[in-house]
C-alpha cells in the first residue's frame, strides 16, 4: 500500500472536543467515498503504547481537493500530539484502505445510521452520493449527546436539504443539556424512529457505523425488525 508524506494546512474545530485536520491531496493519491487512512505522527514528543499512528476515516469526498479527518481529542499521547500540531507540520498517510464504501448500482435505497464521531464517512459518503446526482433515496440517522457535540450537522443539513432525495435525521439523547434549543427528534435510533422516516425499514441498505456498542445495538435492532443481515454494512471505531 502506498506511503505519502503529508503537510498539515489547517486545523479545525468542528464540534465540542472534535478536531478537523486538512490536508492538501498528494497528486497520485485516490480514494473511494467511505473509505479510511493510516496518519501517523513523525518524532512525537511524546508515544505511548498505542503507537505513532491511528487508523481515521477520510471525512472529505473523493470530489474536494483536500484531504481531511477528523477525531475526538481524547488523552492518548496521539491525540495529545495531534491536537498542538500546526499547519506546516507533517505526517505520515498510508492506504486508503476498506470495503465501506457505496454501492456500485444507483438504485438501491440506502440508509445512513452512526452517532458521534462515526460521522465521518458517512460524510464522505453522503456528500459524494450528492454531487453524483445519483438519484437514489437516502435517509441518515445522527444520534449524538447534544447539537455541540454533532459535527457537520450544519452543513450536512443543508446539503440533504438541496437534495429532494436525501433526508436528516438528527437525534440527541441529552438535548436537556445543551445550551441550545433542540427542536428535532431526542433519545436513541430505535424501531419506531426509523418508522416515522422510513416507508418500509426492510426493504434499505443499511450502513451503520461508530462505536462497536452503538454498531452492535443498531444491527440487532434492524435484523429483528426483519432487515435481511446482507443488507447490513458494518464499520467499527476500534478504540470508541
Ligand atoms: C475503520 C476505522 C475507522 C476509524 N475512523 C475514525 C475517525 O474517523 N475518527 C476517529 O476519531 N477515530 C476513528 N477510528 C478509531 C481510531 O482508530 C482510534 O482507535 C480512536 O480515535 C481512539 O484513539 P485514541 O488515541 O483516543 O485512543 P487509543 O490510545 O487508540 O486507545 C483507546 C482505547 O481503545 C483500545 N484500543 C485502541 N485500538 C484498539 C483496537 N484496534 N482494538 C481494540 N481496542 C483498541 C486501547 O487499548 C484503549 O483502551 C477508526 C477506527 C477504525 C477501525
Keep these: 500500500m502506498a506511503g505519502y508524506q503529508l503537510k498539515l494546512k489547517r486545523k479545525q474545530q468542528v464540534a465540542e472536543g472534535t478536531l478537523a485536520l486538512y490536508f492538501d491531496k498528494p497528486d497520485d493519491f485516490s480514494f473511494k467515498a467511505g473509505q479510511c487512512v493510516r496518519l501517523g505522527l513523525i518524532d ?33 499521547a496521539f491525540k ?7 499547519p506546516g507540520a507533517e505526517l505520515t498517510l498510508k492506504g486508503p484502505y476498506g470495503d465501506f464504501t457505496l454501492p456500485a448500482g444507483p438504485a438501491r435505497e440506502l440508509v445512513f445510521i452512526t452517532g458521534g464521531i462515526g460521522i465521518t ?9 450528492i454531487v453524483e446526482n445519483q438519484g437514489r433515496q437516502m435517509t441518515l440517522f445522527y444520534a449524538n449527546r447534544r447539537p455541540e457535540d454533532a459535527a457537520f450537522l450544519d452543513e450536512l443539513t443543508q446539503a440533504c ?9 438528527a437525534t440527541m439523547s441529552q438535548a436537556e443539556q445543551s445550551a441550545q434549543h433542540w427542536q428535532g427528534e431526542r433519545g436513541y435510533v430505535d424501531r419506531a424512529m426509523l418508522g416515522r422516516y422510513l416507508t418500509d425499514v426492510t426493504r434499505p441498505v443499511y450502513y451503520l457505523d ?3 456498542g452503538l454498531v452492535a445495538a443498531m444491527k440487532s435492532m434492524l435484523v429483528d425488525a426483519g432487515v435481511a443481515e446482507d443488507q447490513l454494512r458494518t464499520e467499527e471505531f476500534a478504540g470508541y
Design 210 to 212: 461508530g462505536p462497536p
Design 121 to 129: 464517512p458517512v460524510r464522505s459518503m453522503l456528500l459524494q452520493a
Design 161 to 169: 436539504g438541496a437534495d429532494p432525495h436525501c433526508t436528516l435525521v
Design 44 to 76: 512525537p514528543p511524546e508515544t505511548d503504547d498505542e503507537g505513532n499512528a491511528r487508523i481515521l476515516s477520510l471525512a472529505s469526498t473523493p470530489a474536494e481537493p483536500e484531504l481531511m479527518v477528523a477525531t475526538r481529542i481524547r488523552s492518548s
Design 80 to 86: 495529545r500530539v495531534l491536537s498542538t500540531l500546526m
